[in-house]
Structure formats: C-alpha cells, structure tokens
C-alpha cells in the first residue's frame, strides 16, 4: 500500500518560512513524480508545485520564487520549502504521487496523480 504523510505545517506571521515533508511508503517513492496541493476553504485543490523523476519542476505562478520543491530520494521524502509566506497561501496542502516516465511533465493537474496524503495546515497571519 502507498502511504504519503505529511508534516511540517503550522501557523506562521507574513513573511515567515515554512518547510513541509512528504514521507513517502509502499511501492512509491519519492523519485516518481512528485507534487504538492493545497485547498483553502470554499476553493478548491490546486497545484502548487510538481517534480518528476528527472528533477525536473514546475509551479504555479502564484507561488514562484518564494516555494521550491525538492527531493531526498534516499529517504523516500519529497520537500516543499515556502518563503514570505503570504495570508492567501493559507490552506491544506496535500503531498501527491504519480507514476511517470523519467522525462515526464511536471503537471500541476490533480486528476494526473493517483496517490494523496492525508494533508497538514498551513496558516498565515497578517
């Protein structure tokens, strides 16, 4: 059984930075492509930022230059860091896995990935 959990969220002030990880378990590992989600209340999920099996990435615009996401496959876990953290980047942000070929593309589409965790909060204040 694939199992990706989550940790890493919390509350932080404008500005503040946050590290997530995604521990990744069963036949999965963190060097298939990679993604993270997030979904505020009242919206719904959306891409945040994607990593294939060649390293490659991809990000919504919304997020670029402040999140970057990255990968230790030898511990199966796949990070997003976040920088000036913002009051709209408040949500759950789900860690997601897909199989893909090497040269795959870093697809920020929630119907592409098969596997989900469960999520872990993420608050910022003004």
């Known amino acids: 059984q694939v199992q990706l959990v989550e940790s890493g969220g919390g509350s932080v002030q404008s500005g503040g930075s946050l590290r997530l990880s995604c521990a990744v378990s069963?036949?999965?590992?963190?060097?298939?492509?990679m993604a993270w989600f997030r979904q505020a209340p009242g919206k719904e999920r959306e891409g945040v930022a994607a990593i294939t099996r060649s390293g490659s990435t991809g990000y919504a615009d919304s997020v670029k230059g402040r999140f970057t996401i990255s990968r230790d496959v030898a511990e199966n876990t796949v990070y997003l860091q976040m920088n000036n953290l913002k009051p709209e980047d408040t949500a759950m942000y789900y860690c997601?896995?897909?199989?893909?070929?090497?040269?795959?593309?870093?697809?920020?589409?929630?119907?592409?990935?098969?596997?989900w965790g469960q999520g872990t909060q993420v608050t910022v204040s003004s």
């Open positions: 069963g036949y999965m590992d963190s060097g298939n492509c």
């Open positions: 997601a896995a897909r199989t893909c070929v090497y040269y795959g593309y870093p697809t920020l589409a929630r119907s592409a990935y098969n596997f």
